[in-house]
């Protein structure tokens, strides 16, 4: 392989690591803005409930 082609090799391999963070950064904030959307409506539903003490833990086991 000679310079030219390796120097090509090299800037596609960034390029494609650049579109990676990208998208990935974008992921994440839509992830992000989900979570907080849904925290949202959890705490908006609780405040509409008759009986404010059931509902209000949730139970996670990993």
Request: glycine letters at 4%; hydrophobic letters at 45%; aromatic letters at 0%.
């Amino acid at each position: 392989m000679d310079i030219p082609e390796l120097s090509m090799a090299l800037s596609m391999s960034q390029l494609q690591t650049n579109v990676g963070v990208a998208m990935l950064s974008k992921s994440l904030d839509m992830v992000s803005e989900a979570s907080e959307t849904l925290t949202q409506m959890m705490d908006s539903s609780m405040e509409l409930s008759v009986n404010p003490d059931i509902g209000s833990n949730i139970d996670l086991r990993i």
